[in-house]
């Protein structure tokens, strides 16, 4: 079974940095095969996707895609040796309050959730 296991979140100030971390396991066939995404969700708000990264097996080399409110200001990395997918977070505004999740990107079916990590922008 697949598990999610989200860390690195926290209370930051206006326009500060952060970088949250999911250890996945579990994997049928090797992590590299996956595309994966990170996610948010705000209190009230649906769970959206923000960040995602494709696969890359081998010497190819994965390619990010970002949701609008956040490119340029979030980078999205894999890890295939750790088995991790990270995104780092800079220019931090309120609006990016949330509990963020990893998994597989939607378009290949998600898995069951993990607990996210809180991440909490003060103004």
């Known amino acids: 079974q697949v598990q999610f296991v989200e860390s690195g979140g926290a209370l930051v100030q206006l326009g500060g940095s952060l970088t949250v971390t999911c250890l996945v396991s579990g994997f049928t066939y090797g992590f590299g095969n996956y595309a994966m995404a990170w996610y948010r969700q705000a209190p009230g708000k649906e769970r959206e996707l923000v960040a995602g990264?494709?696969?890359?097996?081998?010497?190819?080399?994965?390619?990010?895609s970002y949701e609008d409110s956040v490119k340029g200001r979030f980078t999205i990395s894999r890890d295939n040796k750790k088995n991790t997918v990270s995104l780092q977070m800079n220019d931090l505004k309120p609006e990016d309050t949330a509990v963020y999740y990893c998994n597989r990107h939607r378009d290949y079916g998600l898995w069951p959730w993990g607990q996210g990590t809180q991440v909490t922008v003060s103004s």
């Open positions: 990264i494709s696969s890359a097996v081998g010497s190819s080399v994965a390619v990010p």
